[in-house]
């Protein structure tokens, strides 16, 4: 082999990250746009059209906790997996391209669930009516396609919602692969620009009579916009994966079980004189059972993970944790706290108070939203790079800047106990826009500047490996006996020892497998101690590889620490709507209420406010725990890692 040639597969996982243009940040976030669309559709729409297929107001929750169990599970899992997937067409775009054909198909079922009934009770011969002269309805029909259509909808709830999360997490990982360290702030800008986006555009999207415009036929204001949704995330993933390029994973960077005991059984070969290669292993009687012990590995992995996240990384997830303990409460229940308010003022008794009240609350989300997508916008461009000295005075950094807005959440979550009208919660709503988009942006850049970080470390020591092998290479001698070869390689593994390298790193340096069998041969004909120094080490280093977390696995499991928040804040209102409209309950549980969303208990201490049998507001008093858990969130920044510490704390544990 010639001298200083590198390599290819490590230059592929390892090699440099080029600067990118707008054009190519906006092409590599432009799909969570269209992910953010298909989840405004979910949120915004899906609970009045299970109502109107049927499904009763207390069995909501089992449907919706379809979006943290999703969040929980499948991101980590995916995550973990794209780290390690070996197609050609790169790590990520496989299991992007999986997820969105799940998510047509859920999004056409729960769109078309009565027409997919009505098909299917045709298929097994289910008349209409009874077929008697006078049309009697046939109640089984009725019955049969109520239910189906309920089935087929609950169930397109929970497979979009686990195939969107998987294609989220893999379009949130290519913004941490692809750019360069100090690109991270600015790439995970325009991630939250396209998420601020996808959700005005679904929402004003939903505001429009879309049967009178699209030019399709259809029966409802939710099959339109569910057609509109298929069309704008297709659009958007084409887009993502036909313009952004994605390195595929070489084979050498995963870490092989089998190739280790194939080299394994091969050193052992050479140490006992042998130059033959040993049999291969025979495979396993049962495939279920290596299946089952591939997930096992990969759960005991992502646990690793979890309780030894490195050090930067967990300060951000800590701030999130306390962040969307937050942010929960104002998502679920701002249109709610605008009808509570409402209600101050207005007669609750009005046939029109709840469709009012809840317009109102839909326009301040909308002014919100667009809010958000305006400080997206601009909330960059006063945000200074860590690494450039030569920012203006007016600029401050991206912890300063988040940290700001979680005591703005905080100031803005307490003052609900001073608003009085509508026009003040509108207000109020509009102003969370700017803690919003920092939410959106700030944890997932500094996510980013970790592994743009690890990665940037990784590949200069694998620079310097390469280095070191090019000098061993200049000591060989095409033709060499092999004893000539042992003498010259003396040295070198001595070398080798004590700087810690493998055999399988001193031997890559020779490219012909003859030439590798020799060296090997000869690296073992060494004394016995430097043999077993060096074994040592390759197995060292091919456990350092397996446990290492890569950015889809730091994300999935930083997004565990934004779904947990939901369960916490889901048992805590509980606890306070049950308290405050426990008088509706008339000391007695069950019936068709024994089973009941928090949202559903929410609208039951609303109640008991028209009543004026209670003067505390539930929601609010809900909103205000939000708040504090957000003065909470603010403390904690004060402990967050800088680059400067981070790639200190890199080259501490390399």
């Not at 046939?351 to 400080?375: H, K, M, N, Q």
């Not at 940290?403 to 959440?409: P, T, V």
Request: net charge neutral.
């Amino acid at each position: 082999p010639s001298s200083g040639q590198r390599p290819a597969a490590r230059d592929a996982v390892l090699g440099e990250r080029k600067p990118m243009t707008m054009w190519q940040m906006l092409s590599m976030t432009v799909l969570l746009a269209g992910i953010q669309f298909v989840w405004t559709v979910e949120l915004g729409y899906g609970t009045p059209y299970l109502l109107s297929l049927g499904l009763s107001k207390p069995l909501m929750t089992l449907v919706w906790m379809a979006g943290p169990l999703s969040g929980l599970v499948i991101q980590p899992v995916v995550g973990r997996l794209s780290d390690r997937c070996r197609s050609k067409m790169g790590r990520r775009r496989p299991f992007i391209i999986g997820g969105g054909a799940f998510v047509v198909a859920s999004v056409v079922a729960i769109a078309y669930a009565r027409e997919l009934a009505v098909l299917l009770a045709q298929v097994l011969r289910l008349g209409e009516t009874m077929g008697d002269p006078a049309g009697t309805p046939n109640p089984a029909y009725n019955a049969f396609v109520s239910r189906v259509s309920i089935a087929l909808a609950v169930i397109g709830f929970y497979v979009l919602d686990f195939s969107i999360n998987t294609s989220q997490a893999c379009a949130r990982a290519l913004a941490l692969d692809i750019p360069p360290l100090e690109q991270q702030d600015m790439a995970n800008a325009y991630a939250g620009r396209m998420l601020n986006l996808g959700s005005v555009t679904g929402y004003m999207v939903g505001f429009l009579d879309l049967r009178t415009l699209v030019p399709w036929k259809t029966a409802s204001q939710m099959q339109a916009l569910c057609l509109i949704a298929i069309i704008v995330f297709m659009a958007t993933i084409v887009w993502t994966c036909v313009t952004v390029r994605e390195e595929p994973l070489a084979p050498a960077a995963v870490p092989n079980s089998q190739a280790a005991n194939s080299g394994s059984g091969a050193s052992a070969s050479a140490a006992n004189g042998s130059a033959t290669t040993p049999p291969p292993t025979p495979p396993s009687s049962s495939s279920s059972s290596s299946v089952m012990s591939e997930w096992a590995d990969m759960a005991r992995a992502i646990w690793r993970g979890v309780v030894s996240l490195p050090a930067p990384v967990q300060r951000v997830c800590n701030v999130q944790f306390f962040a969307w303990v937050a942010w929960f409460p104002f998502l679920f229940f701002a249109t709610t706290w605008v009808t509570e308010i409402m209600a101050r003022t207005d007669n609750p008794a009005d046939p029109d108070f709840i469709e009012r009240a809840t317009r109102a609350g839909s326009f301040a989300l909308f002014l919100y939203s667009v809010t958000s997508l305006g400080c997206s916008l601009l909330l960059p461009l006063i945000v200074k790079d860590e690494d450039d000295d030569s920012g203006g005075r007016w600029k401050v950094g991206l912890r300063t800047m988040w940290r700001a807005s979680l005591g703005a959440m905080c100031a803005l979550l307490l003052a609900t106990y001073l608003v009085e009208d509508v026009r003040g919660a509108t207000v109020l709503i509009i102003g969370m826009a700017f803690p919003w988009a920092l939410a959106m942006w700030a944890p997932f850049a500094m996510v980013g500047e970790y592994v743009a970080i690890v990665s940037e470390k990784s590949r200069c020591e694998a620079d310097a490996e390469v280095d070191v092998q090019d000098e061993a290479e200049e000591e060989y001698i095409v033709g060499s006996s092999p004893r000539m070869v042992s003498s010259r390689l003396a040295a070198v593994a001595a070398a080798a020892e004590t700087r810690g390298d493998s055999i399988g790193s001193t031997v890559r340096a020779f490219d012909d497998d003859e030439d590798r069998s020799t060296v090997r041969s000869s690296l073992f004909a060494l004394n016995g101690d430097t043999a077993r120094t060096l074994h040592e080490n390759e197995t060292r280093t091919q456990t350092s590889a397996e446990d290492r977390l890569e950015g889809g696995a730091i994300l999935g499991i930083h997004n565990m620490y934004v779904v947990l928040p939901q369960f916490v804040i889901n048992a805590v209102s509980s606890l306070v709507f049950a308290w405050l409209g426990a008088h509706q309950q008339g000391g007695h549980s069950g019936g068709t209420n024994s089973i009941r969303t928090v949202e559903f208990m929410a609208v039951q201490s609303l109640v008991g406010l028209f009543a004026k049998e209670r003067s505390t507001e539930a929601v609010g008093f809900v909103l205000r725990i939000g708040g504090c858990s957000a003065l909470v969130a603010a403390a904690l920044t004060v402990f967050l890692y800088d680059r400067q510490r981070m790639r200190a704390y890199v080259d501490r544990q390399a």
